[in-house]
């Protein structure tokens, strides 16, 4: 992944982010362990305690058919944490020109039974 | 060896046979088999990701991207209904035409990008050479075997070529991704002198092809108008030459740096008279009938593509010129929005993708229907994308052209901006892309409102305004009488203007930054008083570009960083 969204201040604080595999779509470490779409739920860890985290995660990314494991900088609201770069805020609530493309975007079954 | 009769063939372009099909169904196959073994871990994302990429399949920001070739820009209604249908049923229902002529779907699942490939595949469609550091998508002008203007229809060369290129083993791993660009008419429309190979065929006084070979040009991190290589490249020797230059540049290009791998840089190392000794050098050396390009083959080819049989002119400019005066709206869509055609009688049509406020390139899976019926009904079922992003009906009856302004205003295709201010071109940018640095959507989008009007727009006249969200320069910006670069200022989105871009033969430059990046409101101000500046300070006649040489980017700048 691109160097850029790996830059982190000492003393900030971050979550964790991929890609699933199998659909390619964000992902976010939650803190109960599971990958959820969305960042509200995602656990902050310190930035010094993120490196083995992050360590941890790359290593299991296959078995949880994830790509591209990293850590993503936010600042804490009274919503969840919000990513410090727009970047990682248009990966999190989907891409601003299609207000409706959010994570809740819902899809429909890609063959519709007959 | 026999040829169907041309009606049974697709219209402008070639149309595939048993061994094209089967090769693409194997390619579909193995495919299938490497996202198999991608998904129970026998692959490694490492593995896997030049085999996905030789499949035109990308990662980006919010999914996987799948980039499916349009060769040489010309489809036909079934295969935009193709498109239609990817776009529909495995994507959000929309899909972005590309720079390149290409169409890129944004929201595709590695799994089912086997069935995607297969479906294309059934429509001899396929998403080869649209990644990796091969010989990518041939371009051509979208409007060939139409425009008046025309002396060759350089598809059947783009053709030749794009046979030659696929999968020619020594020109799989170049040393990075090489691009090739044709016109077959005086008037380059194909920005011939920013490709890594730029060709604009004419006839010799025997009326074959023969080619000036222009090398070496490019945008991106280092833009760079490409050079003339060869003024009168005889058609036979089309294909050994070409190969002269990629050897050349295969044995020489360096790929140690990404950032200068590109062939420009090597005529730049080189310089061009040396670049040029190397090329002569390797081509007399060459075993040139191998390579000889024979007039029965061009033939060939040529007669695998299908012509249009075109109807008597009859009464259709008057009736077309009757139309015009009775309705305003229509007569300035007609001045913008189309181009003289060969064919007494007929005209090639552009429709804009690019309404006030809306995404450039892009087009809903409804459209894309509607535009493959109009396709079948007015212009022999045969399209072409712009590497401007708009979509082109080839060959329409004059007197047909005001039912299908209607219709196409009624779906959201008729805005009459082509060549204007707001006919943008732009990049996906950071809404998609994960290289960018900044939106680039978003800003066009702002810009075509501010001037939609299309009084303001006429009055302001041909102006291209292009944009990139980073330096890799997708948007081709540097091209751009106006261009907007995106960047990054510690994690906060910013935006550079550049001023002076042109990819017009004749005048090509490349656009000069004018200063210090600024917001997107800021931005879009200043690009406002940028525009108020050329209307007062323009001479009679003088469109943005000519003002914009003749005084030079000074008092632009002064504008566009004018106090608030
Ligand atoms: C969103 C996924 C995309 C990615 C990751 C991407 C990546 C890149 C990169 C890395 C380069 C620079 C290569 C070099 O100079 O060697 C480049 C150049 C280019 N891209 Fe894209 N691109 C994307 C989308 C597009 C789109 C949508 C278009 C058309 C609108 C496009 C058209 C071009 C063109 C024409 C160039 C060549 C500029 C030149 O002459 O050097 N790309 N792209
Ligand atoms: S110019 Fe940059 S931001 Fe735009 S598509 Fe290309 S790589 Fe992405």
New binding site residues.
Partial sequence: MDRRNNRRDAEGSSVITANRLLDGRIVWLAADGQWSPHIRNARVYSNVEIEDALKEQTASAQDNELVGVYGVQVSLSPTGPVPVTSRECIRAGGPSVHPDFTPEWQERPAVSPA | MSHAPHSSLPVGHYAYDEVDRTFLKQRVAQFRDQVERRISGALTEEEFKPLRLMNGL?L?LHAY?LRVAIPYGVLNSGQMRTLAQIAQRYDRDYG?F???Q?I?FNWIKLEDTPDILALLADADMHALQTSGNCIRNVTADQFAGAAADEVIDPRIHAEILRQWSTLHPEFTFLP??F?IAISGSPQDRVAAR??DIGLMARKDENGRAVFEVYVG?????TPIVGVKLRDDLPEEDLIAYLEAILRVYNEFGRRDN?YK??IKILVQALGVQEFRNRVNAEFVAMDRARYRLDEKIVAAIQARFGVPDFDPAGQAAEKLIQQRKADRAFDFWVRTNTHAHKQPGYVSVTISCKPAGGIP?DVTSAQMNLLADLADQLSFGELRITHL?NVVLGHVRQDKLYALWQTLDQNGLGTANVGFISDI?A??GLD????ANARSIPIAQKLSERFASPELQREIGPLRLNISGCI?????HHAGHIGILGVDKRGEEAFQITLGGAADQDTVSIGQIIGAAMSEDETVDAIARIIDTYLARRTAGEQFIDTCRRLGTAPFKDAAYAPA
């Fill in positions: 990308y980006q991207m972005h590309t720079t390149r290409n890129q990075r991704k691009k920013f490709h040009g490019g945008l991106g991190r990404i791998a590109r390139g992003q071109v990049c996906p998609y892309c994960a290289l890799n320069a997708c948007g081709h």
